[in-house]
């Protein structure tokens, strides 16, 4: 029976490790997302918003 420990390599982190962790890093920096929600619940301008705008727009010509 042969165990086959599953050691790390001397070198671990090797450069390219570092390397590539460097990119992982860079490629998944957080995001802030800023999210607006109407009064009424629904997500910023609403249907009911929007077409009001588009009455109020016709009415000031
Ligand atoms: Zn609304």
Do not use: K
């Not at 570092?18 to 997500?43: E, T």
């Not at 910023?44 to 929007?50: A, D, Q, S, T």
């Amino acid at each position: 029976m042969t165990a086959t420990p599953h050691a790390q390599p001397p070198d671990f982190p090797s450069t390219e490790d570092i390397d590539d962790a460097h990119d992982i890093v860079y490629g998944h920096r957080p995001r802030q997302v800023i999210r607006w929600y109407c009064a009424c619940g629904d997500a910023y301008p609403c249907w009911e918003l929007r077409f009001a705008r588009l009455v109020l727009e016709a009415a000031g010509r």
